[in-house]
C-alpha cells in the first residue's frame, strides 16, 4: 500500500540509450513532480503536473519528457542517455499545490 | 545561485542530547519552509513546517525556529535519539510560486 512507487528503484544503461521512470501515487493527489538529486545531494525540481497539466517546466533538457495519462500517473522519459544524467530521481505527490510533498523512494540512474 | 543552503553536511550527537539543524536562505520573497527527512533508499518525508508570520512551531521533540531578519531558519530537536538518524533537508516557498526549492541536505548521527 506504498502512497507514491516509482519503479524501477534501479537503473544501469548505456549512453545513447532511452530509458523510462514509472510513477504512481495512490494517495488521490492532484499535483505530481518529477525531482533530480544530483551528485551535490541537492534536490531540484524538473516538471510538475496539476489535474495532467504541466505548470512547471525548469531548465531541463528536451530529452526528459515527462507524460500525465492520468492524476495518478507521472511518467519520465529519457532520450539519449548522457553521463551526466546519472541521478537519483524522486518522484512526488501533494495535495493541489501544497507544500507538503509525499516523495517516492526515488530511482537511481546510473548512465556507463 | 543556491537559495537555500545548509552548511553542515554532518552532525553527530549522542542520544538524549539536542539536535540543531542550520539552513540559510536569500531569496527574501520565501515566506514557507519546511523541514524533510530523509533514511536511505527511502524518498524525504515531511517532518515539520513553519510560516513566515510566525517564529517557532513544534511539534513534539522537534522545534523549528525562524529568524526572517537573518534569513535563518533551525531545527531543533530534543531529545534526541538514534532514530533521528537520517538526511535532514530544508526547503522553501516563495509567496506566489508552488515550487520548493531544497537545501543540499545534513547528515544526522545519534550516537547510542
Known amino acids: 500500500d506504498t502512497a507514491v512507487s516509482q519503479t524501477p528503484k534501479y537503473l544501469v544503461t548505456q549512453m545513447g540509450n532511452d530509458k523510462s521512470i514509472k510513477c504512481e501515487q495512490n494517495?488521490?493527489?492532484?499535483?505530481m513532480y518529477w525531482y533530480k538529486q544530483d551528485s551535490k545531494k541537492f534536490l531540484k525540481i524538473m516538471f510538475s503536473?496539476?489535474?495532467?497539466?504541466?505548470?512547471i517546466n525548469e531548465t531541463v533538457p528536451n530529452r526528459f519528457s515527462p507524460k500525465s495519462p492520468d492524476k495518478a500517473h507521472l511518467n519520465l522519459h529519457i532520450n539519449s542517455l548522457e553521463l551526466g544524467d546519472s541521478a537519483v530521481y524522486f518522484c512526488?505527490?501533494?495535495?493541489?499545490?501544497?507544500?507538503?510533498?509525499?516523495f517516492g523512494s526515488g530511482t537511481q540512474l546510473s548512465v556507463l | 545561485d543556491q537559495q537555500v543552503k545548509q552548511n553542515s553536511p554532518s552532525l553527530s550527537v549522542q542520544e538524549g542530547r539536542i539536535s540543531i539543524l542550520n539552513c540559510d536562505y536569500t531569496?527574501?520573497?520565501?515566506?514557507?519552509f519546511l523541514w524533510y527527512k530523509k533514511y536511505p533508499a527511502e524518498g524525504p518525508t515531511f517532518l515539520i513546517s513553519?510560516?513566515?508570520?510566525?517564529d517557532k512551531n513544534e511539534d513534539g521533540r522537534f522545534t523549528v525556529f525562524l529568524n526572517k531578519s537573518a534569513k535563518h531558519l533551525s531545527l531543533h530537536i530534543v531529545p534526541s535519539q538514534p532514530g533521528d538518524s537520517a538526511v535532514y533537508f530544508c526547503?522553501?516557498?516563495?509567496?506566489?510560486?508552488?515550487?520548493?526549492?531544497f537545501g543540499e541536505g545534513t547528515q544526522l548521527t545519534v550516537n547510542p
Open positions: 531569496n527574501s520573497m520565501f515566506d514557507y
Open positions: 503536473y496539476n489535474n495532467k497539466e504541466l505548470i
Open positions: 512526488a505527490s501533494s495535495r493541489g499545490l501544497d507544500e507538503k510533498l509525499f
Open positions: 526547503a522553501a516557498k516563495e509567496i506566489s510560486g508552488s515550487r520548493l526549492t
Open positions: 494517495l488521490g493527489h492532484d499535483t
Open positions: 513553519i510560516s513566515s508570520i510566525k
